[in-house]
T-cell receptor, first 111, second 114 residues
Framework: TQLLEQSPQFLSIQEGENLTVYCNSS?????LQWYRQEPGEGPVLLVTVVTGGEVKKLKRLTFQFGDARKDSSLHITAAQPGDTGLYLCAGKVNSGYALNFGKGTSLLVTP | ETGVTQSPTHLIKTRGQQVTLRCSSQ?????VSWYQQALGQGPQFIFQ???????GRGNFPPRFSGLQFPNYSSELNVNALELDDSALYLC?????????????FGSGTQLSVL
C-alpha cells in the first residue's frame, strides 16, 4: 500500500511554463519532504515542511503543506530545462523511523 | 566534507547468490538508512542503523540484513537473491538516531539479478 500518492506521474512541458505537482495521503505526517532525483543519482533534499499550512519558497519553487498535514504541493514558476528530474515527496508518520516515499513525478522541461 | 559514497556502483548477480553492498556515511553522521528503489518506483525503506544497532526495519524479509561499523560506515547483505531484488539500492546518512530531518543520499548501487 502506497502511503503517499503523487500526481501527475509524468509531465512534459516547455521552458517558461508553470506547473504544480501534488502529493496526497490519508495519513497525517509529522513532516514532509520534497526531493529531486536525476538519473543515476540519489535523491537530493529540496525542502522540509513541518507545520500545517506552511509555505516555503526556494527560488522559483514554492512548497505548501496542507493544513491537516496530509498533503503537499510543489509549484514551479517559469520552468527551465535544469528543472528536469524525478520529484519525490516523502513523509514520516509520527515518530517512525521510516521515510515513506511516493512514486514520484517525472518532469521533462524542453527548450 | 565528504559526502555519502556507495560501492560498487553496478553489480550483476544470478538468482540464489549473495551480495554485499557498502556505504560510507557523510562526515559527522552516525545514522545510516538503506532504501530499495525499483524501476519506476519511489525508494522503499529497508532498515536504519544508529550507533551500530538496527533501530528500525521496513517490510523486507530476514534475508536482507545489515551492519554498521564503529566508523559509522555500513553494509547491506542480501542472501538467496531473487529476480525481484533487481533495483537501485540507496544509502542515506543523517545525524541523530530517530530524526529524519535531513537525509543525504549516495548515488546508489544498481543491482541486476539474472
Amino acid at each position: 500500500t502506497q502511503l503517499l500518492e503523487q500526481s501527475p506521474q509524468f509531465l512534459s512541458i516547455q521552458e517558461g511554463e508553470n506547473l504544480t505537482v501534488y502529493c496526497n495521503s490519508s495519513s497525517v505526517f509529522s513532516s514532509l519532504q520534497w526531493y529531486r532525483q536525476e538519473p543515476g543519482e540519489g535523491p537530493v533534499l529540496l525542502v522540509t515542511v513541518v507545520t500545517g499550512g506552511e509555505v516555503k519558497k526556494l527560488k522559483r519553487l514554492t512548497f505548501q503543506f496542507g493544513d491537516a498535514r496530509k498533503d503537499s504541493s510543489l509549484h514551479i514558476t517559469a520552468a527551465q530545462p535544469g528543472d528536469t528530474g524525478l520529484y519525490l515527496c516523502a513523509g514520516k508518520v509520527n515518530s517512525g523511523y521510516a521515510l515513506n516515499f511516493g512514486k514520484g513525478t517525472s518532469l521533462l522541461v524542453t527548450p | 566534507e565528504t559526502g555519502v559514497t556507495q560501492s560498487p556502483t553496478h553489480l550483476i548477480k544470478t538468482r540464489g547468490q549473495q551480495v554485499t553492498l557498502r556505504c560510507s556515511s557523510q562526515s559527522g553522521h552516525n545514522t545510516v538508512s538503506w532504501y530499495q528503489q525499483a524501476l519506476g518506483q519511489g525508494p522503499q525503506f529497508i532498515f536504519q542503523y544508529y550507533r551500530e544497532e538496527e533501530n528500525g526495519r521496513g517490510n523486507f524479509p530476514p534475508r536482507f540484513s545489515g551492519l554498521q561499523f564503529p566508523n559509522y560506515s555500513s553494509e547491506l547483505n542480501v542472501n538467496a537473491l531473487e529476480l525481484d531484488d533487481s533495483a537501485l539500492y540507496l544509502c542515506a546518512s543523517s545525524s541523530g538516531g530517530r530524526t529524519h530531518e535531513k537525509l543525504f543520499f549516495g548515488s546508489g548501487t544498481q543491482l541486476s539479478v539474472l
